[in-house]
């Protein structure tokens, strides 16, 4: 198991990214989070099998409606989720 980070820019708030990116999770049971970020990119931080998790990033470009600028990916520390779930509401960062 391992956990990554992902952060994707260009259309991908108010078009059901999130919505989408959740069913795609549960459906290959990766468990994480998604939430919106303030300058417009979708954050998502997604725990399973290494290549259960190459192929839900590779889904993601499947999602209707979005189009994806930039995805970038990096491995962080294992974090352990009961689900997939949407956060909202405003998430404080540093760049």
């Given at each position: ?31 994480g989070e998604a939430m919106n970020l303030p ?57």
């Amino acid at each position: 198991m391992k956990t990554v980070e992902i952060r994707i820019s260009g259309r991908v708030q108010g078009v059901g990214f999130r919505a989408c990116i959740k069913r795609i999770a549960t459906n290959l049971g990766v468990v994480g989070e998604a939430m919106n970020l303030p300058d417009g990119r979708v954050l998502v931080t997604a725990t399973g099998e290494p290549a259960v998790l190459d192929k839900f990033v590779s889904m993601l470009y499947g999602c209707p409606r979005i189009v994806i600028r930039d995805l970038s990916l990096q491995e962080v520390s294992l974090a352990r989720y009961p689900e997939f779930t949407i956060q909202r509401g405003a998430y404080q960062y540093s760049t």
